[in-house]
């Protein structure tokens, strides 16, 4: 009798010693991904909060942007030991659509590698983004998307922006354009803009005009021009009045 005792005392001691063991895994792997994330600079105080069972990291809490979501995810991930990643993130909201949808225009404008010859178009409905357009470079998309995301109250993104064949004959025809309008007396000013307002987007000498100008009277000279330019086939004027 005194044999069987002794080895349930063991199956017990055993059974503590691995739950020991598990729970002391689970806070390393906790601490490592907070580590993680701190060295990020993921987190603004409210999340994300890391709790760990049985190799499932779970995320809570609020963060600033959807890129914090995102990469706080993709950290988590990154540890050997996680099983998996249970995502309860929220994100803080924009004080409007409106608001979110300048903030963004903004960071695009911002973008050095954005051009009068890219053009991205940005709509905002409940905090989901639908980014459309054409670039020049592939890498474009990619990183105006990923600085979109970090753009407060973004609550979703779906980057549609495209990228424009490489062609060299519609090469010179933006540069050829560009100058003819920005050379114009009535253009001169904007050319000395930070963020010039007429883009203009040519695929296989087709010209699209986008932006803003002043007047009816702008808008109808940037076509004149970009009609009687060389090599150009077709012009679709999308320019608004009110700069």
Same mark, same amino acid.
Do not use: C
């Given at each position: 009798?005194?044999?069987?005792?002794?080895?349930? %005392?063991?199956?017990?001691? %055993?059974?503590?010693?691995?739950?020991?063991?598990?729970?002391? @895994?689970?806070?390393?792997?906790?601490?490592?991904? #907070?580590? =993680?994330?701190? =060295?990020?600079?993921?987190?603004?105080?409210?999340?994300?909060?890391?709790?760990?069972?049985?190799?499932?990291?779970?995320?809570? %809490? *609020?963060?600033? @942007?959807?890129?914090? =979501?995102?990469?706080?995810?993709?950290?988590?991930?990154? $540890? /050997?030991?996680?099983?998996?990643?249970?995502?309860?993130?929220? $994100?803080?909201?924009?004080?409007?659509?409106?608001?979110?949808? #300048?903030?963004?225009?903004?960071?695009?404008?911002?973008?050095?590698?954005? &051009?009068?010859?890219?053009?991205?178009?940005?709509?905002?409905?409940?905090?989901?983004?639908?980014?459309?357009?054409?670039?020049?470079?592939?890498?474009? @998309?990619?990183?105006? %998307?990923?600085?979109?995301?970090?753009?407060?109250?973004? *609550?979703?993104?779906?980057?549609?922006?495209? &990228?424009?064949?490489?062609?060299?004959?519609? *090469?010179?025809?933006?540069?050829?354009?560009?100058?003819?309008?920005?050379?114009?007396?009535?253009?001169?000013?904007?050319?000395?803009?930070?963020?010039?307002?007429? /883009? $203009?987007?040519? #695929?296989?000498?087709?010209?699209?005009?986008?932006?803003?100008?002043?007047?009816?009277? #702008?808008?109808?000279?940037?076509? /004149? $021009?970009?009609? *009687?330019?060389?090599?150009?086939?077709?012009?679709?004027?999308?320019? &608004?009045?009110?700069?």
């Amino acid at each position: 009798m005194k044999n069987t005792v002794w080895i349930v %005392g063991l199956f017990f001691a %055993g059974a503590v010693a691995t739950a020991s063991a598990n729970e002391l @895994s689970d806070d390393a792997v906790r601490q490592a991904v #907070e580590s =993680k994330l701190e =060295k990020a600079k993921i987190g603004d105080g409210v999340g994300p909060v890391v709790t760990v069972k049985d190799g499932v990291v779970t995320l809570t %809490g *609020q963060v600033r @942007s959807l890129w914090a =979501k995102n990469a706080a995810i993709a950290a988590a991930m990154d $540890i /050997h030991e996680v099983d998996a990643v249970e995502d309860e993130l929220t $994100i803080a909201e924009g004080e409007s659509d409106q608001k979110v949808a #300048e903030a963004i225009a903004n960071v695009i404008r911002g973008y050095p590698f954005f &051009t009068v010859y890219d053009d991205v178009v940005i709509a905002v409905e409940n905090g989901q983004v639908n980014l459309d357009g054409r670039v020049t470079m592939p890498f474009k @998309s990619s990183e105006i %998307g990923k600085r979109v995301s970090k753009v407060m109250g973004v *609550q979703g993104l779906n980057n549609a922006i495209s &990228t424009l064949p490489t062609n060299i004959g519609d *090469q010179k025809i933006r540069a050829n354009l560009a100058y003819r309008i920005y050379s114009n007396t009535m253009f001169r000013e904007y050319a000395y803009r930070a963020n010039p307002p007429i /883009h $203009i987007i040519v #695929e296989r000498g087709r010209v699209a005009l986008t932006g803003a100008v002043r007047t009816e009277v #702008e808008k109808r000279r940037a076509e /004149h $021009i970009a009609r *009687q330019t060389f090599g150009v086939f077709r012009v679709e004027n999308r320019l &608004t009045v009110g700069d």
